[in-house]
Structure formats: structure tokens, C-alpha cells
């Protein structure tokens, strides 16, 4: 199947993806009650998979489902090699729901969350050197984007907005502060300084997000975790996302604003974007799997 991964965790078992089936009254399905989490696999082990597995820990403590993440290595181990992925870079995807219960807002504490999880063949490209334009739309979101659920109907909306004109992201402001984009941090060099929103609940705290934040105060590279201000995008000399799978994306166009001709990624983006390789091949050949 194109795109779907032939086999599945779901509750205790590996399984053909075509046999897993989650029940009507699964709160995931009826609320999207619940957090989700990808990761990659690169040169065979976990980029910053022990990241990844905290920031599941605590959303699940902020929306008060009770699951031990410990066991997940293990799980994720045997879900690689049933997928014939070892040692082969790839994505996954892990989502643990509230569980099943009668339908009503509040929620019972007895029961069981659904886990479920994939591995899929991912293959990035070692730098990300395509720049990509983005469009900015008021941040209509919640006021908890800190927690990874997996209701995204808000981030859908602006990310499918974007694409259907002809961009790679849409990106939010919320009272005039630029906080994120629909699945990506944001981060802007202004003077040879780079900005990015501060990690409170308008956003979330992207793994990659504290990556860039770490290796610019390692290298030199000033950093403020400040928001900018859409009444400063003209000022900006470059601008760039964050994720786990855009990786480090310069971006050449915000509405109107022009940062990048002729492909030319800017000087602090393009450091930036060749530390986090070095980074990214240090880290994948020296850290042992996430057990
Ligand atoms: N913000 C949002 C809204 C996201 O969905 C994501 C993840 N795709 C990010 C930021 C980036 O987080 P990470 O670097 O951990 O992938």
C-alpha cells in the first residue's frame, strides 16, 4: 500500500495495518482526545529520540492520560524490524489516545489509552537547500499549541490553505507577534541575531526548535527567545523554519516580504543549516538506539 505502512502496533501487538481497528467509541476518534508524536530513525538510530519521548510524556501528563512511555523502545525496536527497517532511515509515528468510553466531554480515569504506532521509509536530503515561501494568517488555534494533540483541525486548515496557494506553510501571528507555523517553528535573523518565539502555550517547543536554539549559544551565534512582530517583517534579513521532517527550511517569501533571491539562503540560516549536519552526523553515528 502507497504510503501506508504494512504493519502496525495497536495495543500490545504487531499486526497487518489492514487488520487494526480502533472502535467507534475510541475518545481519539470521537474528540481527537489525545497525543501523538514522530520521530526519525537516521544511520540506524533515533535522532533525539529520548526528546521526542519526554515531550509525549509530559503532553500526556498535561491532558491527564496515564501512559508509561518507558516501554516504547522496545516496542519501536521490534516495529523497525517487522517493517524492514532497521538500520534504515525512516519516520515514526506514535499516537496514544484517552482510550474508549460512552460519549461525554469529561473523561473517566479508569480506562485504557489506545496506542498505536508505525514506521514508514523516510529519506531526507542532508541539507534542506530548497527555499520555501509562506503565507501568515491570524492564529485562530487554541491557547494550549504547547500540548502535540491529535486534534489538529486549526493546523490542517492553515497548512492546507497554503498548500492549495501555492506555499509551503502558513504561518500564525497571534496579537501581532509571530508565533509559529501549522507544523513547523519559525525562527528570523534580524542584525545577525537570530528570534524565535519563546516556548509558552502559544506554540509548541519543537525538538528541532531547541536543537537550533542550543547549537547557535555553542556557536556563537546570538540568540533571543523573542517573538517578532509582523510590523518587523520588513526588517528581517532571513527567516527559516523548523521541524522534524523540514528540518532547517529557509524561506525566501512571507506575503510580500522578499528574503532570498535567486536561491541564495542568507549567511546565518546557511551556518545554521550546515552545524545542524554536522550535528545530525555526529549525534546518528555516535548515540547507541533509545533503550
Ligand atoms: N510546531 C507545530 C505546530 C508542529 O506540529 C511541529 C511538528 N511537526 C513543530 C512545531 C516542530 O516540532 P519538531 O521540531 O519537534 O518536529
Request: proline residues 4%; contains cysteine.
Amino acid at each position: 500500500m502507497a504510503n501506508y505502512p504494512d504493519k502496525v502496533f495497536l495495543n500490545g501487538e504487531i499486526i497487518p495495518s489492514t487488520e487494526a481497528k480502533v472502535s467507534v467509541f475510541d475518545r481519539g476518534f470521537l474528540f481527537g482526545d489525545g497525543i501523538y508524536e514522530v520521530m526519525l530513525q537516521i544511520n540506524g538510530s533515533y535522532f533525539f529520540g529520548q526528546e521526542h519521548l519526554n515531550r509525549l510524556s509530559e503532553c500526556l501528563h498535561k491532558i491527564n492520560i496515564e501512559y508509561d512511555v518507558t516501554v516504547l523502545p522496545e516496542i519501536l525496536k521490534k516495529l523497525v524490524s517487522v517493517s524492514n527497517l532497521e538500520h534504515k532511515d525512516c519516520l515514526i509515528y506514535i499516537q496514544v489516545t484517552r482510550g474508549i468510553a460512552p460519549r461525554k466531554h469529561a473523561f473517566p480515569l479508569d480506562i485504557e489509552p489506545t496506542v498505536m504506532a508505525y514506521a514508514l521509509p523516510f529519506l531526507l536530503p542532508e541539507i534542506n537547500d530548497k527555499p520555501i515561501s509562506v503565507i501568515t494568517q491570524k492564529d485562530f488555534r487554541w491557547h494550549r499549541c504547547d500540548i502535540k494533540m491529535t486534534s489538529l483541525l486549526g493546523n490542517v486548515m492553515a497548512n492546507d490553505w497554503a498548500i492549495k496557494n501555492g506555499h509551503f506553510e502558513t504561518v500564525f501571528y497571534r496579537d501581532d507577534k509571530i508565533t509559529e507555523a501549522s507544523h513547523s517553528n519559525i525562527f528570523f535573523v534580524k542584525n545577525d541575531v537570530v528570534y524565535t518565539h519563546p516556548a509558552d502555550e502559544n506554540i509548541l517547543n519543537g525538538i528541532t526548535r531547541a536543537i537550533v536554539i542550543n547549537l547557535c549559544k555553542k556557536n556563537n551565534i546570538e540568540v533571543q527567545e523573542e517573538a517578532i512582530m509582523q510590523s518587523d517583517l520588513p526588517m528581517v534579513n532571513e527567516a527559516f523554519l523548523t521541524g522534524t521532517s523540514t528540518q532547517i527550511a529557509a524561506i525566501n517569501m512571507i506575503d510580500d516580504h522578499v528574503y532570498i533571491k535567486n536561491n541564495k539562503i542568507g549567511p546565518i540560516t546557511k551556518k545554521i543549516q550546515q552545524l545542524f549536519l554536522n550535528l545530525k552526523n555526529s549525534q546518528t553515528k555516535r548515540l547507541p538506539q533509545v533503550s
